[in-house]
Structures are given as C-alpha cells and as structure tokens.
C-alpha cells in the first residue's frame, strides 16, 4: 500500500484523504501550514520562488520523513509557472534525499490521457471505473459540503453577537463531516452542521459591509497562507465573498468550465481580452462582477512576484475608478505579518463606511 500525501488546502484534505483511501493508498495527512512549514521551505526553494512553491515545498518537508513515496498534486495551464511546481518539487526533495514521485493531476478535458494514467497509478486496489466512479462522487459530495459550510461562516460570523462562536461550532461541525462516509451520511451530516452553525446567537440588525475577494488559488483557497484574512474581516463586520472555491476551481478544470466562468472572462474582456495565466483575468472580471453586485470593497489576495496578479492589479486601479469601487491589494510572502494585515483591513473597513455614509 503506498504512503501518498497531498498540498494541505483548507479543509479539503478531508474529502482528499478519503478518495485516497478509497483507492487503495495509505495517507500521509498534510499539516495545516505552519510557520515551521513556512521556514522550511522558505530554506531550500529558490529565493524568488512565488509564495505557494514555498509552502507546498514545507509541507513536503513536514511529511517526507514519514515514509512518503508519492504525491499528488495538480499541474497548471497557460503562461504561469504552477505547472512546474511539481517538477521543481521532485528536484528539490531527491537533492534532500527524499526518494519520492509525483503525480500531477492535469485537466483532464485537456488531457484525457494523462489524466486516466495518473489515476491508474492512484489506484493499487485496481477498482473498476464504475467504482472509481462511486468513490469520486462520494468525495465529491463531502467537498461540495464542506465549501457549502465555509460560506455560511462567511454570512453569520459578521453578525454573531459573541465573537468567535461562529469559528469555535465551525471547528467542531467540520469532524461531524470528517466522520462521515456513505453519501446518506454525508448529507446529514451537512444538515446537521449548517442548523448547528445557524444556531449561533446573531444580530440581523447589524450593519454589515459586503466585500469580494479575487486572486491565486492557493493564496485564497489556504486560510493559512493569507493569515485567516476572511475570519479577520468577520471579525470587523464584512461578509466576504471568494471568487474560488475547489469545487467551482475543479469543476472549471475536469469537465467543463462554467456559465459563470465565461460570465467572468466576458466581464474583463474590456479590460484584458487576452489569456493572461494564472488568475489574473478571473481577477479582474470577478472585480467587475462585484462592483455590478453592488459590493461596498474588493480585495486582492496574491503570492509575492506573481506576475499574472500583478498585471491584473495595474489594471484594477482602472476597474476601481471606473466602478467606483475601492480595491485593496495584499501582496503575500514570508515577510507578510498579522498585525500590518489587520491595520490596514481595519483602514479600509473605515474607507467603506465612510462612502456609505450616514
């Protein structure tokens, strides 16, 4: 039974591991980023590596020891340089003595073949399709649900009247998720978690700002990796929207990409007609999106030296006048902290209010 292990991204692991298992592997579960994680591969990753290089390269250094012999990852389309994360991994972790592969995970709509092969080797069990097929689904679901949570959080933590009940019923709902296996189990279990979690005590009265919030995947996707920037604007009363969620981000890239996807692109065409990589144009259309929604702020989250974020960030000075939407731009790295973060959300949360005024 082979030891694989996988990018730790927000609570998806949970979902992950169970496929994985599924399939006949043992699994090595990744820890959540830590700064432990962060020094590590911030140690041996080339010095101008983007953010998530650095991470996922920590991560791999926190559960190599542990006897992993593969990992699965997923690769990249477009000009950025996510698709040879993978391949830089690999190096980087035989020169350290790690005798390990990787697995990446291509889209399959583009690449059909690679994609049936990667799961071949994903598969000691030698399931059939239709098997493979039930297990997907199963893990599917626990994803969709486990998305479907996080975005509830996101409307009542703004209005709790104690604060940080929200996050303390969400921590505890997530195991009732965690423990569930069948699909009947796994739609209990999310029926259960969202009433727990609508439970907590709320002030519908409040005043409550609506910001979006647009970037990299991963950067948006780990709360680890952008300081729990959505638990924080929570905290000061703002009900945060993200563009991504995996299981929107893996929907665009295994079958079919979504109306709301070619509503994204049409929405930047004026701004950026071409592919740019990356997320850098879904950055811009979601911008756009959301100040047609009638958002009071949107805020961009992206990796240090990532070059498709920054050009989208040029072009959202343009967006942001011409909506008259106020756009705050977080550039993340090792050498981002806390504090500065909180000062300057709490800057533009004063900034929205003031241009709503009275």
Not at 61 to 71: A, F, R
Not at 83 to 97: D, E, N, P, T, V
Request: net charge positive.
């Amino acid at each position: 039974m082979p030891r694989v292990t996988f990018p730790h991204v927000g609570e998806s692991y949970r979902a992950f591991k169970m496929l994985m298992e599924d399939l006949g592997n043992e699994v090595i579960v990744p820890p959540r980023p830590s700064r432990r994680t962060l020094d590590l591969g911030v140690r041996h990753a080339p010095e101008f590596a983007c953010f998530p290089v650095k991470i996922l390269l920590g991560t791999y250094l926190e559960t190599c020891p542990q006897g992993v012999e593969l990992i699965v990852t997923t690769g990249g389309v477009g000009p950025c340089r996510a698709g040879h994360y993978a391949q830089l991994h690999k190096k980087i972790l035989r020169s350290l003595g790690y005798a390990v592969d990787v697995v990446v995970l291509e889209p399959p709509r583009l690449y059909p073949l690679d994609f049936l092969h990667s799961v071949r080797r994903l598969n000691p069990h030698r399931l059939s399709f239709r098997a493979i097929y039930e297990c997907v689904r199963r893990a599917w679901r626990k994803l969709q649900a486990l998305d479907n949570l996080e975005k509830l959080t996101h409307k009542i933590r703004p209005r709790e009247l104690r604060a940080g009940e929200t996050t303390r019923v969400y921590r505890r709902v997530l195991e009732w998720v965690d423990r569930a296996y069948t699909m009947r189990e796994i739609v209990e279990a999310e029926r259960a978690a969202a009433e727990e979690l609508q439970k907590v005590p709320q002030d519908p009265a409040r005043e409550v700002f609506k910001v979006g919030i647009v970037g990299e995947v991963y950067v948006l996707l780990e709360p680890a990796s952008n300081l729990e920037i959505e638990e924080a604007l929570g905290h000061m009363g703002v009900e945060v929207e993200r563009s991504i969620f995996l299981t929107g981000w893996t929907r665009d890239n295994t079958w079919a990409e979504t109306h709301e996807v070619l509503t994204v692109k049409d929405a930047a065409l004026p701004y950026l007609p071409e592919l740019l990589g990356g997320h850098g144009r879904d950055s811009v259309g979601n911008t756009v999106i959301f100040a047609k929604r009638g958002f009071h702020g949107v805020i961009q989250l992206a990796p240090f030296t990532c070059i498709p974020e920054i050009v989208a960030r040029t072009i959202l000075t343009r967006v942001s006048r011409d909506f008259g939407i106020p756009v705050l731009t977080f550039f993340l790295d090792e050498q981002t902290g806390k504090a500065g973060m909180i000062t300057r959300l709490e800057a533009f949360v004063d900034l929205m209010r003031r241009r709503k005024g009275p």
